[in-house]
C-alpha cells in the first residue's frame, strides 16, 4: 500500500520560512513525479510546484523566486524550501504523485502565514 505523508507546516509571520517534507512508502519513488499543490477553502487546489525526471524542476510564477521543490530518492522523499512567506501563502499544502495512469495525493499539511 502507498503511502504518502506530508509535513512540516505549521504557523509563521510574513517574511518567515518553512520546509515542507513529503515522505512516500510502498511504491518505487524514483519513478514518478512529484507535484506540491495547495488549497484555501473554497477554491480550487493550484500546482505550486513539480519536479520530475532528472531534477526538471517547474514553478508556478507566484511563488519563482521564493520557493524551491527538491528530491532525495534515498530517503523517497521531496521536499519544499519556502523563503520570503507572505500571507496569501495560507493554505493546505499537498504532495501528489504521478506515473502514467497512477495518481496518489497525501493528506496535507497547514501553512499559516500571519502576525
Known amino acids: 500500500q502507498v503511502h504518502v505523508v506530508e509535513s512540516g507546516g505549521g504557523l509563521v509571520q510574513p517574511g518567515g520560512s518553512l520546509r515542507l517534507s513529503c515522505v512516500v512508502s510502498?511504491?518505487?519513488?524514483?519513478?514518478?513525479?512529484v507535484h506540491w499543490y495547495r488549497q484555501t477553502p473554497g477554491a480550487e487546489r493550484e500546482l505550486v510546484a513539480s519536479i520530475v525526471g532528472f531534477g526538471i524542476t517547474y514553478y508556478a510564477d507566484f511563488v519563482k523566486g521564493r520557493f524551491t521543490i527538491s528530491r532525495d530518492n534515498v530517503k523517497n522523499a521531496v521536499y519544499l524550501q519556502m523563503n520570503s512567506l507572505k500571507p496569501e501563502d495560507t493554505a493546505v499544502y499537498y504532495c501528489?504523485?504521478?506515473?502514467?495512469?497512477?495518481?496518489?495525493w497525501g493528506q496535507g499539511t497547514q501553512v499559516t502565514v500571519s502576525s
Open positions: 510502498g511504491t518505487s519513488f524514483s519513478t514518478y513525479a
Open positions: 501528489k504523485l504521478t506515473q502514467v495512469g497512477i495518481t496518489y
